[in-house]
């Protein structure tokens, strides 16, 4: 079963915006990871944070990770084209061994 | 970075055969490695992991006649459908963690399952 709900399901905005998408679990977790998937592609790994952190950099992206609300946000800052993509989260439970539960994805569109 | 790769990319098969899928780690060796199946316009739903050496732990719901997983080396894991059916088709995708559990898992590109 997915362990994680992401909100909102769908974002579109133009280029040079910023996207924040959210995601929201059930279980604790000993990390968390967010990941890109383009049309009909495989699955492009963004970052992982820790449950012992509460926020992450890696380039245009920001993640925040607040584990008493059981939630994580993805900013991808001054958006472009090519960040059309769906993005997921994904937790590695505490007790899952590594096995990721994936939540359902927010599908992003950037405009030119 | 660290590639996994998948074949084929994509496959179409009739009705009641089978199908092998092949997951590669090309320049790390994997432990374990994980299946996925990613329905059109849905999340990746996990069918199993695969270990090598030992059986794979198959998800609630997957049938493991079905689905047979072989992970023969360190770098090769296979998933066989066996007796395809149409609500076979989907887009399956494997993953391969280096090291310990509770790391990065490095996704391969995907094979497109279709079946007629």
């Known amino acids: 079963s997915q362990q994680g709900e992401e909100d909102p399901q769908a974002l579109s905005i133009q280029e040079g915006e910023n996207a924040t998408m959210n995601c929201s679990y059930k279980?604790?977790?000993?990390?968390l990871q967010w990941y890109r998937q383009n049309s009909g592609r495989g699955l492009v790994h963004l970052i992982l944070i820790r449950s012992n952190e509460r926020e992450k950099h890696s380039g245009r992206l920001r993640v925040t990770l607040d584990t008493s609300k059981k939630s994580s946000s993805l900013l991808i800052t001054a958006s472009r084209a090519a960040d059309t993509a769906s993005y997921f989260c994904a937790t590695d439970g505490s007790d899952s061994w590594g096995k990721l539960q994936f939540g359902a994805g927010t599908q992003v569109v950037v405009t030119p | 970075g660290a590639v996994v790769s998948q074949h084929p990319s994509r496959v179409i098969c009739k009705s009641g055969t089978s199908v092998k899928i092949e997951c590669r780690s090309l320049d790390f060796q994997a432990t374990t490695m994980f299946w996925y199946r990613q329905f059109p316009k849905q999340s990746l739903m996990l069918m199993a992991t695969s270990n090598e050496g030992s059986k794979a732990t198959y998800e609630q719901g997957v049938e493991k006649d079905k689905f047979l997983i072989n992970h023969a080396s360190l770098t090769l894991s296979t998933l066989t459908v066996t007796s395809a059916h149409p609500e076979d088709s989907s887009f399956y995708i494997c993953s391969a963690q280096p090291g310990l559990a509770g790391g990065t898992q490095y996704f391969g590109p995907g094979t497109r399952l279709l079946v007629l």
């Open positions: 279980t604790s977790i000993n990390n």
